[in-house]
């Protein structure tokens, strides 16, 4: 396979500085909305990047679940990119809507939700979530897979007999943002990038280059 072959021109749309929102937050509920409408396959999927522990960027997917001020997603705080979080209080974000050639690129601060608001989501979600995130010791070696199911076992037979409780090793960040990109792709990759910073109290905007 020729991988460098591999190659399709965006088309569908253009993005003018013009017609942006002064707020990049209601700028990507706005997208956010399109994309939705266009049935993105998982829409809310992003790619949380942090500074490993080693120094050495890492990233992985996770669900965006709430959008106020930030950008709100849930995880075990003693993952791996929990420990990185609280290490350096910072990431990026970045999603990608190839069905409507979008990408949008966040970085900014990420501090914990309330013990309220992770209270309000873990119990919003199914029983079979709620255990797992009882089971599960993210990010750390396991001796083999039975060791989970038994685990699992063990944790439901608990929650039987008692009420179910939030995990206090488990809840949410918000990452505050300092810095958004919006992405469209144009025609002989002379795509339009329109960049929010945050200057003070309010927010520059700015043509990039593609």
Sequence with gaps: MDISAIRKDYTLKSLNISDVNTDPLDQFRAWF?????????????????TLGLDGNPNARIVLLKELDHGFVFFTNYESEKGQEIQQSNAGAITFFWPELERQVRIKGKIEKVSPEESDKYFFSRPFGSQIGAWVSPQSRVLSSKEELSLRQIEVERKFLDEPMQRPRHWGGYRLLPHSIE?????????????????????????????
């Design 33 to 49: 909305e399109e994309a939705v409408a266009a049935q993105v396959l998982e829409v809310n999927a992003m790619c949380i990047s």
């Design 182 to 210: 919006f992405w469209q792709g144009r025609p002989s990759r002379l795509h339009d990038r329109v960049k929010y910073e945050l200057k003070g109290e309010n927010w520059e905007i700015s043509i990039l280059a593609p």
